[in-house]
Each structure stands twice: as C-alpha cells, then as structure tokens.
C-alpha cells in the first residue's frame, strides 16, 4: 500500500517538475521574443503579440494531457487570427504607429480572440462529431450484418441461429 502511495507521489511530482520545466521554457521564449522585438524599436508589436497570444498560453498552462494537444490546436488558431495583423504591422511605413492603432481598435482583438474561440470550439466539437459519426457508422454495421443474418437463416434454417 505504502509503495503505491510513493509511486503515485512520485508520479506526480514527475508531472508537475514536467510542467514548471515547461513554464519555464514558455517564458524564456516569450522573454527572447519581447527583448527582440524592444531590441529593433518594434515594441507595440511586442505588447500586441503577448496580449494576441494569451488565450493560447492560458491553454497551453491549463492543459494536463499528454501531448497537449488542446493547448497546440488552440495556440494554432490564435496564430492564425493573430498573423495577420502582425505582418500587416511589420509591412507598414510606419509600424509603431500602426501597432498603436491596432492596440486601441477592438476589432482587432475581436478577430484575435475569435480564432482563439475557434480553436476552443474545434476542441470541444469536433469529438462530439466524431463521436456521431461514428455511432452512425456502427448503427449501418449492425443492420447490415442483422439482414445478413436473416439471409443466412431463410438459406440454412433456424438451426445455424445458435
């Protein structure tokens, strides 16, 4: 009982040093990247990219599951909903000026959460419709093999249903 117990503490302790190990390395990244963008005089791109891809980060930190599949699903669409504008930013004449445009325009953020929401959908969705599909998949399987069956009961008689 008591070896259980240590296994399961040891466990837990594995996973919860994995997922400090992953914060940290989350952060460090997101530090290189803010000290760049600041480094080249970009850093309303900087304030656009850490408030764009905190929906992805607030994944990344609550999914538990191995893989982390949600927080990647997740991370992907908000990277979608949040590159455009930041290359629209990057291309401009002028991109600290349209960065602080963008920072106060709320369909800006709309469209960046809304990918993010997207992600979150396609999550919570998708096994559903899956699921469906699947028991649709089955249900056909099951009428087809039961006219099988009768088939096989009119040609060799009531004696092969045993």
Not at 93 to 108: K, Q
């Amino acid at each position: 009982m008591a070896d259980k117990q240590a296994d399961t503490n040891k466990d837990a302790s594995k996973a919860n040093s994995k997922l400090m190990m992953n914060l940290v390395i989350m952060v460090i990244v997101v530090v290189v990247l803010i000290s760049g963008l600041m480094a080249v005089g970009l850093s309303y791109i900087a304030v656009i990219v850490i408030m764009g891809l905190l929906p992805g980060i607030v994944a990344y930190i609550l999914d538990r599951r191995k893989g982390k599949a949600a927080s990647r699903t997740i991370m992907g669409f908000n990277l979608a909903g949040l590159l455009p504008q930041v290359i629209s930013v990057l291309t401009s004449p002028s991109p600290n000026a349209l960065a602080r445009e963008m920072m106060s325009n709320p369909f800006t953020w709309f469209w960046v959460y809304l990918f993010a929401c997207f992600g979150w959908v396609v999550i919570h969705l998708v096994p559903q419709i899956a699921y469906l599909f699947l028991s649709l998949k089955a249900e056909y399987t099951v009428k087809r093999m039961r006219s099988q069956q009768e088939k096989l009961i009119k040609e060799w008689g009531e004696e092969i249903k045993s």
